[in-house]
């Protein structure tokens, strides 16, 4: 049974941090292309970061600069470090194992606010 689930949500005040964790299981870790979505009420779900099976990163240009991703395959986890936190961040954001043909796994969301 495949599991993501993500962790480290919360309110937090305009310009503060957040670390967002995603734990994986079921899944061989090492072999997925790991993403980060964010879904804001009414908007689209839109992706903010992904990381590779070597380590490449990407990043949506509304968070380069403030948000890193990282993963550690030895604890099947990837996180989104988010910095410099602004109300448009507000969302649930979702872990998301992807890059092999046919295998897609989503995790259950997990709520950022951003108070300003």
């Known amino acids: 049974q495949v599991q993501l689930v993500e962790s480290g949500g919360g309110l937090v005040q305009t310009g503060g941090s957040l670390r967002l964790s995603c734990a994986a299981s079921?899944?061989?870790?090492?072999?997925?292309?790991m993403f980060w979505y964010r879904q804001a009420p009414g908007n689209q779900r839109e992706l903010v970061a992904t990381?590779?099976?070597?380590?490449?990163?990407n990043y949506a240009d509304s968070v380069k600069g403030r948000f890193i991703i990282s993963r550690d395959n030895a604890k099947n986890a990837v996180y989104l470090q988010m910095n410099s936190l602004e109300p448009d961040d507000t969302a649930v954001y979702y872990c998301?194992?992807?890059?092999?043909?046919?295998?897609?796994?989503w995790g259950q969301g997990t709520q950022v606010t951003v108070s300003s």
């Open positions: 998301h194992a992807g890059g092999l043909v046919g295998r897609a796994y």
């Open positions: 079921g899944i061989t870790f090492s072999r997925y292309t």
């Open positions: 990381i590779t099976t070597g380590g490449n990163t």
